[in-house]
């Protein structure tokens, strides 16, 4: 009996000192001692555990939202480069003040000289050329507009819009029953880089402004194709 109970009071210190660890989501797996973290593996320290855990439930989701985050940041700034990479939009009158073209003897290009707008810088004022920059489908319109000078005078207003010198629309009038006329043409096109538009004033028209500018040439890129 005696050894019996030597043996025991041998064995037990060994049971005892063995000190198994669990882990928090599998209960009965064995988990070395964390140095960083000792919390973790201290059994003793269950609240120590659960703030640990949610610490890092937290940073996961945090983690996530930022890289959401910026991913939809880098996507709006993508998307904002594409709009001002976009932006073509020119608007252009005649001329500032009193002042005709015409009649001509054969068709020429319409110069418009006054800037209202040129973003992009597309429309050459020096030659009345607007070359596309961009790809895309353009809105394009212009008006034109001419004073027969006198009653009864002969009035011809007559200009065509052409892209590399082919019309794509026009406006005629010849008539001798009224002082002024003035129409406008409004019309989209699909155009390609270096697509050359321009305003032709065909043969025996003429043009009149001022500074009310009656005579106008505008476009503006709704969407790129490429």
């Known amino acids: 009996m005696k050894g019996n109970v030597v043996v025991l009071f041998c064995v037990l210190p060994l049971v005892l000192g063995q000190q ?6 599998g209960p009965g797996q064995t988990l070395a001692p964390d140095p960083i973290n000792p919390c973790l593996t201290d059994q003793e320290s269950c609240g120590c555990c659960v703030m640990q855990k949610k610490k890092w439930q937290l940073q996961q989701y945090l983690n ?11 996507k709006a700034q993508n998307t904002l480069k594409n709009i ?3 932006r073509v939009a020119f608007s252009v009158g005649l001329t500032d003040k009193r002042r005709c073209i015409g009649p001509v003897k054969l068709p020429i290009n319409v110069v418009y000289q006054s800037i209202f707008i040129n973003i992009g810088e597309a429309y050459n004022s020096t030659n009345g050329v607007f070359t596309v920059p961009r790809s895309g489908v353009y809105n394009l319109a212009f008006t034109v507009f001419s004073d027969a000078g006198s009653p009864g005078a002969p ?10 010198g082919v019309a794509l629309a026009a406006l005629r009038e010849i008539y001798d029953q009224d002082q002024e006329d003035q129409a406008t043409a409004v019309l989209l096109a699909q155009l390609s880089v270096g697509d050359r538009i321009t305003i032709s004033l065909q043969a025996g028209c003429w043009l009149c402004d ?6 106008t040439f505008s476009g503006f890129l709704l969407y790129a194709t490429e």
Do not use: F, G
Request: proline fraction near 0%.
């Open 155 to 164: 009035l011809a207003v007559c200009a065509s819009i052409r892209k590399n």
């Open 64 to 74: 996530s939202s930022m890289n959401v985050l910026e991913d939809s940041l880098a």
């Open 84 to 86: 001002r990479d976009n």
């Open 20 to 25: 198994k660890t669990y882990s928090w989501d």
């Open 210 to 215: 001022d500074q009310n500018h009656y005579n």
